[in-house]
């Protein structure tokens, strides 16, 4: 499985939480039951890399390899926490932008683990 090299000046994380049912019962009673992977949702993160023209076109060729159906997944580590080796895949498009006419630029992509 490929890896996300680039380092990231920035990885936000978007959103973490759990999926989980709430039922009332006609006694008062109050139960939650979590669903799939321990109710634990799929976390997301935007990504922003910054660098050369180079760069950018490497980070858009690994975007559209991993944008086909039989290579979409692929590792990427956190580097806020630390964590190594997530199963990701992107959730969404690309964006571009420059930053110093034709001389750098900055890509910004988001990507959502795979449970």
Request: net charge negative; proline share 3%; aromatic share 14%.
């Amino acid at each position: 499985m490929d890896k996300f090299e680039w380092t990231c000046y920035n990885a936000a994380p978007l959103s973490e939480g759990y999926s989980y049912l709430d039922t009332e019962f006609e006694a008062g009673n109050y139960q939650r039951q979590y669903r799939y992977g321990g109710g634990r949702k799929p976390r997301e993160w935007e990504l922003s890399v910054r660098g050369t023209l180079a760069t950018v076109l490497e980070i858009r060729e690994f975007w559209h390899d991993h944008n086909r159906a039989a290579n979409w997944k692929f590792l990427w580590d956190d580097p806020l926490t630390g964590e190594r080796d997530i199963v990701v895949c992107f959730a969404g498009d690309v964006r571009w932008n420059p930053l110093q006419g034709k001389r750098a630029a900055e890509v910004v992509v988001k990507v959502r683990e795979v449970l």
